[in-house]
Structures are given as C-alpha cells and as structure tokens.
C-alpha cells in the first residue's frame, strides 16, 4: 500500500513519508577488517557514533523504515543530506546514483520471488561513505544474507579488505542478480504458452501472455534506469569508489545490460507471439466457416428442390409422372456434386485441405 | 478556448496574445527572509519597484493573463525580454528552460485534476532573477498554495533561507509532482479496464481504453521537454542558481524522468491491453461461429432428408413401405451421430471444449 | 508537377531545373533603417548591385522561379554559389541550413492552407548576407504579407533595426508559425472522426483517418529537419547572426520543437484510434453473427421437427394420435425454451446484454 | 548470384571473392586537366604505373571483377590495402567511407533500374587518391555515363579543375542521386494501390504493398550507411579531400538524408495503408454478415410457421378452419415486419445504412 | 543445460561455475613466429610457464571448461583477473570487450550450425596479451579450424607475423563470419514462408514464421552488443592492439555492422509479411461469407415460398388454380433473378468478382 500521493505534493523537500506497514527499523552492524569481523544489533542509536570515524569497514544495515525518528536520528548521526534521507525512506524510487560531497548515494530495485505488476518492487537504498556503508530496506528482505555469509567467512579476501566501496558493489551485484531468474522463469512460462498459443489460442492463455508483458514492462522500466546508475558509478572519478572495485562495478553495469538486453528481447518475441496467435484465430475462423458454408450450400438448394415437390398444388404434372421421383434424385445429386466439384476447385476440400484438417484438429 | 492561432503568425516577436477568458492579473508579493515574511496583494504596480533590488527575497505571483497593459507595465519594471514575457502570457507553450542576462524563465506545464486532451494543461511560467521570483499563472490553480504555507511557517528553513533558486524549486517540484497522482489514477483505471476488456472487451471499455492512451500522449508530449528543462536546470553553471540548490533541482529532473519512464509504461501497457482484447476477440468470434455451425451442420441435412419425404409424388415406393418410417428415424440418427462424432473428432465439442465454454461463459 | 527527376541525375552540380509552372521571377526590394523605408519593384537586374554594400538593410524577395537567365544573373550579382543558387532554385529541397564564406543559406518549408500528400509544400530559401537578405519563393505566397507590413510601420522597431539576421528571423518564424493553425485543423478533423469511428467505424472515416496520418507524416518529415536547422542557427556562433538575435532564433526553434511534438503526438493518437476502431469492429460482428446465431440455433430443430410430420409415409402411427399435435407443439416449445436458457447461461441474451444491445443500436 | 558464403569465413583478410558471373576486368582511363582530356582503354596493365604520379587528375574506371590477377596487380600498382581491395572486389558490402594513409576508399550503393529485394543492389567502389580516382563496378553500369561527357565537354569547369575529391564527389552524387526516381516510382505504386486496397483490398494488392514495403527495407539498410558514410566524408579534414569540395559533399549528404527520410515516409505510410486495408476488410465482413443475418432472421422463422401446417397429423383443428390460412398469413407478415423494424431500430437497415450501402457498392 | 541461476546470486565474484555437461580443458598451444609454428597439446599446465615470456607469439586454445582446478591453474599462470576468468568460464556472457593492464578481454558470441533459441549461442572468450592470447571454449566449436590451417601454412604472412592481436582479429573476424550463412538461410526460409503465407497462411507456416521471428531477436540480441564491442576494439588506443590491426579490426566491425542491419531489415520484413498474412486471412473470410450469404439469401426466401403452399389448410384458393403452380414457379425465378441482380449491383457477383475468385483459387 504506498501513502497517499498528494499529501506530499508541495511538501517540504525531504520530508519522511513513512511507508505504510513497514515495521520499524531494526539496525544491524557488521565493522570488520581483513582479520576481524565484529556483528550486533544496534538498539540505542548513539552507539553508531562509535562507527562513523574508524579505520575497519562498516556495514550499517537498517531492515524496516517504520519509525521516522530513528530514521531522521541516523540521518543526523551520518551527515546525510535531506534529500539522500527522503530518497531511502520514500520508496518507491527511481534506480540512481547521486554523488554527494561525502558519500555516494545509490538507489537499486530488485526483484525478490515474482513480480506483481501492482506493487512497486523492492527498494534498497545504499550509502557509501569514506569508511562506511549504510543501507536501507523497506523490510527484511533475504538479498543479502549470502553477503553476509561471505564477510563472516570471508578473512582475507576481497569482501573484507575492499573497504565500503568493494561492499557496495557485492550488495549491488546480488540486486542485479535477481533479474536473472525472474526472467528466466518468465521466459519458461513464455515457451509454455507458445505451445498453446500457437495451436489453440484460448482467452487463458491470451491472459497469461498479457501479464508476462505486463511484468516484463515494469522490469525494464527499472533495468533500464538501474544500468544507467551502474554506468555513472562504473565511470566515476570519486575517491570514494576505490579504484580497484572499477572492473567489479563494470562487470555489475555489464550484468545490469544483459537483464535489459533479455527484457526487450523477450517483450518482442512476446510481441511477436500476439501477431502469430491473433492469425490462428483468423485462419480458424476461416477454417470454420468453410464447413458452415459447404453444408448451407449443398443442402439448402436440394431443401429447396424437396420444398417445390411438397407443395399441394392440384395442378402439378410433375407429380403424377412415374419417373418424376427418380429424375428428381438424379438432378439434385447432380446440384449435390456440382457444389462439391466448385468447392474442391476452389480449395476448399479434397487434395489441399487434408493438411490443414489435421492442423486443426490440434485445436 | 485558445485564440485564433492564425492571426498571431507573422506578427511581431513578443506581440501578447491574452488567452481567452483569463481574469485580469491579481499581484501578490511574499517578501521574506530567514526572520521575516510580508505578504500583501499589489494594486499599484508601481509599487514592484521596491521589489526589485532589495536583500530580502520576493515572490510576485501572477494570476491572471487578461489584461495586456498590467503584464507590459510588469515587464518593464523588470525589464524583462519581450520574448520571455511573450513565453509567459501566450499560453500554453512548451515546456522548457531560456536563460537570459539577468534571469532564468521557466515554463511548466502540469495536470491539476485530471486531463482533458482537448484542453491544454495549465501553464505556470517562473522568472528567477538575483533577488526575486515572478511566477505567471492564466488564473489561479491551488499549485502553490502550500509553498505559501511553507513560507509563512518556514523561518529559519531553506525555503526562506534558500533565495530565489530555492523558490523556483520549489514550485518546479509541486508542479512535477502533480503529475504522480493523475498517473496514478490511469493506472488504476487501467487496471479495472483490464478485467473488463479480458473477460468481455465492449465498445465502451474500448473508447475508454483510447481515452487513457491519448491522455497519456499528452501527457507524454508534455513531461518529456520538462524532463530536459530541467536535466538543463540542474547542470546550469549560473550564478542565479545557487550551488546548495542543484542537489534539488537534480531530484525534480529525477521525478520527471519518473514521471514519463511510468507514462511510457503505461502506454505500452495500454497497447499490450488492446492487442489482447483484439484476440479475444477474435476467439469469441470463432466460439460463436462454431455454435451455428455446428447447428446448421446437423439439421440441415435431416431437414433435407424430412423434405425429401414430404413430397408428393404418387409414384414413391418407400411411402409405402412399412418399415421405410422407422428406417428413415434411424438413418437420421446415423446422420445426426456421425456430424457429432466428426465435430468431436475436430474438437469443437466433447472433453477439450468445456474450458473454452466456461471461459466463454463468463462474458 | 516535379520535374523529371531522372534528368536531373549526374548534371552538373548546380544545374538550375526550373520547377514546372512557376511564373518568372517578380524581384522586390525593401531597403530600410531605423528612420527609412524604401519599397520598390526592380526590372533591370542591374540595379540590384546598388543592393549589395550599402549601410541600411535589404531585403530582395524574388517571387517566381520560372526563368534561369534571370536567376544566375542574381546569382552572379549576390556572388551566390552555384550549389546554394540551385537549392533555392531547384524545389522542393530538404530544410536545412548552410553556412557559406559570405552569407548563410536557410532552406525552409511550410504548410500555406492545407496539406496535400501528393504536392510538395511549398519552399522558401533565405540568403542572409552581411547587409542584405535574398529570398526566393517558386511563386507568389502569401506568408510575407504581414511581415512587408511590419516593415513599414515598424520604425524604430527591431524588424527595423535589427539587421538581415533578425529580417530572417522574422521570415523563418512566419513559416514555422504556417504548422501551428494546419496542425489544429488536423485535430479538430480526428476529434470528429473519433466520435464517428467509435460509433460506427465505415470505410469513408477509416479513410478519412488514413488521410490525416498520410498528411502527419508529410509534416513530420519536414518539420524535423526544420527544427535541426533552427536548432543549428540558434547556436551558431557567427558574424552573420547578430547576437541579440540568437534568442529569437532560440524561440523559433522552440516553436518548430512544438511542431515536431504535436505532429507526433497526433500520428500516436491516430494509431490508437485505428486499433479502436478495428477492435470495435471485431465486436460489432461478434454482436450481428450472435444474432444469426440465435436464430438459426432455435428454429432450425424445430423446422426440422415440423419437417418429419411433414412426411407422407402412409405407415407413421404418430399422425393418427389425437394428442400428437400438441404434444409436438409442447415438445417444440421446451426446445426452443432450452435453446434460450443455454444461451442466456452463455450471457449472449438477458441480462449482460442490454449495455452491448444499447452500445450497437449508436451505430 | 552470390558466391557460396560459408566458404569464405575464416579465410585470409582480403581474399578476393570474385561475384559469380561477372566479366573480366576492362579499364577505362580518364586523364584530364582544365584544358586537355585524354581518354582510353587499357590492355596492358602496366602502362596504369604512368597515372599514378602525374600532376593531371586520372580516374581509372573498371568495370567487371571477373579475374583475380588483373586486380590484384591493380592493386599492387596503386599499393591499395589488402581490405581495400576486398572490399571492392567482394560484393556487396555495406557502404562506408574507410580514411587510410595515401587515400580514403568509399563504398556505395545504388539502386539502377528497379529494386529486386533478392538480388543485391549494384556496389560502386571508389579509391580517392592524390591525384587519381580509382572506381570499381562489378560489371558495366550505367551510373557514369554523364559524368563522362561532362569531364569530356568540360573544360574549365570544376570536374575538370577540382581534382580527385571533386570527381569522387561527382560519383557519389550520381549514385545517391539514382534513389530518387526509384523512390518516386515506390511513391507512384503506392498512390494506386491506395485507391485500390481502400475501395476493396484483394489479396493481390496485399501482396503489391508487401513487396513495396520488402523493397523499402531494403533501400533503407543502404541509404542509412549511406548517409553516415557522406557525412563522415563531409566532415573529414583530411588533405585527400579539397576544401572547396566541401560543401559538394554536404549536400550529397543532405541528398543521401532526404533519400532515407522519404523511405521512413514511405514505409511509414505503408503501414497505416495495411492498417486501413485491414480495418476495410473488418467493416466489409460486417457488411455481409449483416445481410446474412437479415435474410435468415426474417425467412427462418416464416419457414418454420410454413412447416407447423405443412404437418400431416390428422388432428390439426386449424387446417380446417377457413380464416385459418389468410391469419397465418397476417402472422406471418407481422413477424416479417417485427424483425425488419428490430433490425431498422438496431441501425442494420433503413435511414443509417443508406451510406453504408453506397460504401461497400464501390468495392 | 545452464547452472540453477539462484545458486550464484550473491556468490563471490568471480566464482566459476561450471557449465553442465562441459568436458574436462583440452589445453592445445600453437607458437610461432614468421618463420617457425610449433603446435603441441599440454598435459602438464606447468608447461605453460614457459609461453607467458617469449618472443614468438603462442596462442593457448583450451577447449571445453569441465574442470575448476585446471582453469584457476590457468588463471594464475597467465596471472588472469578473477572477474576475466569467470567472464570466460561462466558462459552464457555477453559479448564484450574489456581493458585490463596486461591484456584486453574479449566475450564474443555466435551461431553455429543453426540458431536454436532455448539454447544459448556458442561462446568464445579471447584474451589478448603482449605476446600471447588465450581462447577459452565450452567445448570443440569447429570455428578455429581454418585460423589454425592458416597459422601453420601461412609463413611470412600477417597470421605468422602480425602478432596476438592479428590473431585475435582472425579468431573475431571468424565469429562475425558465422552469422553471414545462417542469416542468409533464414532469408531463404523467409522467401519460401513469403510464397506460402501470401497465397494461403496455414497455422504451420504461420508458426514457421514465428520461429524465424524468434531466432532474429535471439541473433540481434547478441549482434548489436558484438558491434559495441568491436567498435570499442578498433578505436582503442592500447599498446596490445597493433596499429596496423586497426584497418582490420574496422573491417570487422564493418561486418558486424552489417549483421545487425541485415538482422533488422529481416524482422522488419517478417512483421510486414504476418500483417499481409492477418490482411489476406480477413479477405478469405469475406470471401467465404459472401458465398454463404449468397446461397442462404437466394434460397431461402425460395424455400419459404415452397413451404407456403406445402401447407395442409384445407381453405388455400390457390391450390386449385390451374395457373398457380407455373405463376409460383415465375415468381420464384423473379425473386431469385433479384437476388442475383442486387448482388451484382453490389460488387459481389459478376464483372469484378473474377479476379477475386481467381485469387482465391490457388488457395
């Protein structure tokens, strides 16, 4: 459920607009440096003073933004600009990077388990500081625990001594890496409708198509943005975003470009989908009104034939003529096979209808 | 109602052409600073010239085009360029940002209610010279009226503190930000329309369908030249648009691009949702067809066979015949069975039949 | 009627190819300052070396193209390139704009009345010289009217200040100002076709609307090439471009911006509303084939019954039962009633149907 | 015919593959100044070495790249790249403009007489040196004919003066030059398959329109690179190319421009044709049906009332009755006139259809 | 078959997952200069020591990516960064190139024998050093075949002397090469559909067109990133990249260039041919219809006329008229001849129907 939207039209900028339902922050902290590696939960918030200034790197990791004074007390206790502040708790957000004077600001979506058209995906809202990342989440979500898994077990390795700016791209890298099987799943679910889209297209399977459109728009209307922020942060001269995590961030931007590249791929051959199914219901209808037309065609004329004879006329000599009846037969298997030859001449039975018969018996 | 176009081309650059209808100007002045805040209505124009080179900050806002004389005077006081105020009273204009000498002219487009396609979108115009603001509007819209609440109760706040760049921001945020709930009212719409024109696209359902893709594409043509406006906005390097401001301006550039990234969607949305309609069109055409198919398929030729025993040839030798009634029941019924069974064998009725019947039931 | 394009093909460059019909060159002169104005019409070519250097501005209009001896004389005398003379020669050409040593060619398009798919629109080449503009047009438009009369009551105004750069402003802006009443003319033409292609969707409007998509992308074609040449002139930096006139060209520009974006604007709505359209179609034939559906469906079984009491055989026990007449009629009324029941379980008559019964009866 | 294309991948770069059934090689040499011209065809390959250093501008044109020795000896003579001479050899490329360090090797295409989509269009290759044009052409075409009468006849003129980079731009200003008759010829096929597909679009206007649209594809493919290669040229400060030449090539581009701008047009406009055709077709279906439903519905029901007393049982009280037939008759009529009213209420007949009827005479 | 995609979301970068079903590296090393070429295969990885410092350049092919621990080996060997190694083995990637201090790494992707789109196209990751370049494969692609005929008889020539980036050139123009047959065979495949889907569009050749569709947004999925890349390659300033390779390198491009519009222009043209095909489909349904409404409007009425008097009422004056029976019969042949002339009238028999019923014949 997102807040009402105009109640903060015209608002002060930067003022909180809680998201409705999320819990209240929980805040956990990860300070670690290649040999060390401390973990808690922060419940008095002035405890975070002590990580604002050290030579380890920390992770602040706030899950739930349902408490605007424990959000505007971090704020403060970090220096964030207003405006950083508003865009981590007003989600939803666009997919950006804004550099600030200390510390870059960067906004990612991702999606979780499916996508539902009608709400918004998942924001996470990361700040990277000098010697310190902050990040926030509407609430739990699982993104992260194999990061955290890996700064745990990491000693040594690049996840601990990469500083926030190494941090920063493995959190990244997990977002953009949930496209992945999102759209892997949508493109299963694709090829399963083609199959019955191609031989029988019913309004299910026309639904079903329209929402994995549906989905795929909202995803590339935040991939696409999401790539953009990645490209900015890739190319960055900032001594905030260590030189070496350079190729990581690219190798992200790179990932960020495929989940694009398949959103439009698969939205085309969706597309493309659409135009094939809607001619099979043009061909079936072709299809089925030929046997309506054979059979009207054939027997109306010989009902009519029949109706003539049924009349009680007193004066009609035809009736009383022995060979009357037989010679009416014969003439109207001559109109019977008179139409038949038209049709097949015109294709529309025998030789050349065979194939399209079994085609649509598939219906 | 927009006034003849054809008798403005060729006339002179700047000539003012008063939209139809827009009350005489109303003057109202906000002078503040940090501590103080003034606020009064001008009835004397020559009265601006206090304005105009004071150390407080000043907003003249403009409501109401009708009456040439008053705007000229305005203009002069503030020397501004023919053109610029030609911008702000021939409404409605493009979207865009002009730097001049000694000001910056903003011209903003928003819906306020909703969007009529026949009825241009209110146009706000914001001059932002070293000391004050001059916003124009045709008549008074509510845009602003919380940005005025936020001057009279925002001592010591930016709004007070920020100077004129601060201001105008300000109003370029409501503006931009008006657009969010009108797309969220198309959203909404479209999702009902949805269900309707999956289940049983109607006439109605289909024109209003149109009406949400050609709101959109006003909407569209509008949002994207204020997305560049103020992309170049927030990059200006001009001494009229404090530092400490670009933070902001570059926000409300990302609010619009989020505004036309959702119209986008929205209209791909929109088109995916009348392609599917078009199918299920297609599909119940072919639904109906079948019905009368197989109808006429199976009675037609009993009819044919009934007629042929209805006539009244003395000389049929099967009248006769005790057995030829019962014979003629039974080959009616071979008849009647071997079309089911041939219909069944196509699939249009029998086990694979019944989804598409209930699909089809709840039209 | 164009020339023979192939003629044309590996001439020399800057062959002039006199465009069919145009009546021959009519050269007027306006040569003004602030305080004078002299106006006349020049038959001896050679008085327009008097033109060519003096202080106050000039304006040569040459109306007509229709005699090359007459054109390369003025070539000559203005030192005009061959390629520059044949662009202005050799209609219709591409908008554009090109900076020689000496003067700036401008090559414009412009609707006059309305727009005529098959003809090209008419063209206008402005030369801007350093103390001289050179315009030709194929024959007599009447764009220029208003701006001959600005020039002769404008004294002391920028059009008679302003030099050769702001004449050709003033002459460019009359032009792109042509698009702004043909392109309300086209959207009131689709409001109108819109109503009756909702209703009732017949092949005069669905022409009707091809036409206007036809003359939208005439428009287009042109209008965007416009826009990059004012776009071009608006930024460049050259002594033939008085300074101060660059706002005005800024403005031009803005306007031909609006073309382009109203013209695509409407070309997106015309195409929205041929989907309508066809999508209404498909459900006007879903609502006539359930009516053929539903009639056919309920009398065919009982023509049929009708049919076998209709027979002659002398052995049918039934016809001699008393109670077989209305049993037959009873047994026809359950039909007919089942017939009914089914298919206002289907929802195709009852109480869904009156909204779909009303939507049709506009047609 | 286009020489098998698996057999070339991964060979050596610049391995010349000759197009299947092309002539062998003829050289034509042009060798000219502002006053004298010389002209002639060469045998021995050898006597090419005297051109390639002479103050004198030559163009050396072959036409046929039947024999691989003859133009690799070519090529060593005028020490052209391995890939130059690919390119020029190994039709069809796709057209560029390729800078290497003793000259600048342009590729282009151009449409000759038609467009076959299946048969690729002729490629012209042209090598711009210091003093010497080289031309490729796969067998003699037509483009060139008058610029060799115009070197011939031109003394003084700047195809005689203006050295290699003018003739080059001669070239090309032929080859762009020849889209124009085809794309008016496209334009004119276009203009009577309008009237046919709007008045009754057969399968065999379809077809037509398909088969513009196929060869508006094509043309497309080549007039973009086309462009791009002319303005790359145009803009190239390369000592190759004269200054003077310049503004020639500008406006080849501004040619190659307006060729693909006409393209979009037009394929723009086929597709709004395909969608009115088949918008026509729908309305046309609609038709029928109509008149279909009309004659069943009022017949079907009379057939039956006809049949109720066509009925053989002994025991029908009305059959007897003498007002009986001349009242069913009247019910008969009543029915008749019920439907035809229902059908004239639903707008299927009477005061609307009139139009209508007038529309669907034309087909 | 590809890995769980969820499994290596979040995992470290530059973990390598191993595609399924990828046999163990088959390390093959060719080394050689201008004169000399030795080509061995490596058992032991220590070997490859002594490659990484020669004067002579040594290509490293390793063939299939089964096996973690030989890659890493690989991967410190050549002192590979974690994030290339995981580009290389981690297939499917997208085509790219990227810049690392001792050597540029390249992801290059294309079709083999034909393009399946379930399945990801080959991959080749080449990584260029200064005096060696390293392949990596999925498995034995017969791509390189050719390349290494060369190498070993090429003595003297570019392949043997231009050095790892000439090769890796040679291995890239290969690539580029292989979309050039099957573009052509899906041109075929079109061409064939064309002849079928105009004359009669049958759901297989309906779904025949849907796969081409398919398999073309596939190719341009991972032709237009290839064309980045290469154009990125061929204007790097780079000591790795040769300068004489430049040309080459553009040559490639140039190719890729041509992929890519070639791919365009196909799904351009396969999107013209479904809507001709859903155009003629809607022609064939009038068609069919018009002969059904024909016979049911000319027989019916008929048919009502004969039921009329097959009437059993005892009272019918007509029935004993002598002349009744031949007057019924006229008036039946004059409400048929009035069908048969409103049709005509109406375009659906007679003078203009020929054409349509010959069209309709080859169906």
């Given at each position: ?285 072709n299809e089925v009104m030929k046997v309506l037309t054979l059979m009207a065609s054939i027997f109306i004329p010989l009902t009519f ?27 109207m298997?001559?109109v019977a096979g008179g139409m038949i030859?038209y049709f097949r001449?015109r294709?529309w039975i025998?030789?050349?209808t065979?194939?399209?018969m079994?085609?649509s018996?598939?219906?």
């Amino acid at each position: 459920m997102t807040p009402d939207p105009e109640s903060s039209i015209g608002a002060r900028p930067g003022t909180l607009v809680l998201p409705a339902g999320s819990p209240p922050p929980v805040v956990r902290v990860f300070q670690y440096d290649a040999q060390t590696c401390e973990e808690r939960q922060i419940d008095d918030l002035e405890a975070l003073h002590d990580y604002a200034g050290t030579a380890s790197t920390t992770w602040i990791d706030i899950q739930g933004l349902g408490k605007a004074a424990t959000l505007q007390r971090i704020g403060e206790i970090f220096n964030i600009h207003r405006l950083a502040l508003a865009d981590a708790v007003n989600v939803p957000q666009r997919p950006k990077a804004e550099v600030y004077d200390d510390y870059v600001l960067i906004v990612a979506r991702a999606p979780q388990d499916d996508v539902d058209p009608r709400v918004p995906l998942p924001q996470v809202c990361i700040l990277v500081a000098r010697n310190y990342v902050v990040s926030f989440q509407e609430r739990y979500f699982g993104f992260f625990d194999r990061v955290r898994e890996r700064i745990r077990e990491g000693a040594g390795r690049p996840i601990r001594t990469g500083g926030p700016s190494y941090l920063a791209y493995a959190l990244l890298d997990v977002l953009v890496g949930h496209y992945t099987p999102i759209l892997e799943d949508i493109s299963d679910e694709m090829d399963d409708l083609e199959e019955n889209l191609l031989a029988n297209p019913s309004p299910q399977h026309l639904t079903a198509l329209y929402d994995l459109r549906r989905k795929l728009t909202v995803l590339r209307r935040l991939a696409r943005p999401q790539r953009e922020a990645l490209l900015q942060l890739s190319h960055l001269q900032n001594p905030l975003i260590a030189p070496e995590v350079a190729p990581y961030l690219r190798d992200a931007h790179d990932h960020a470009s495929q989940n694009v590249e398949i959103i439009e791929s698969l939205r085309d051959t969706a597309g493309d989908l659409m135009d094939t199914a809607l001619a099979t219901l043009g061909h079936r209808s072709n299809e089925v009104m030929k046997v309506l037309t054979l059979m009207a065609s054939i027997f109306i004329p010989l009902t009519f034939m029949a109706g003539i004879y049924g009349m009680n006329f007193q004066d009609m000599p035809e009736l009383s003529m022995p060979e009357a009846y037989p010679t009416l037969l014969a003439a109207m298997a001559i109109v019977a096979g008179g139409m038949i030859w038209y049709f097949r001449r015109r294709g529309w039975i025998g030789a050349r209808t065979p194939p399209a018969m079994d085609a649509s018996k598939d219906q």
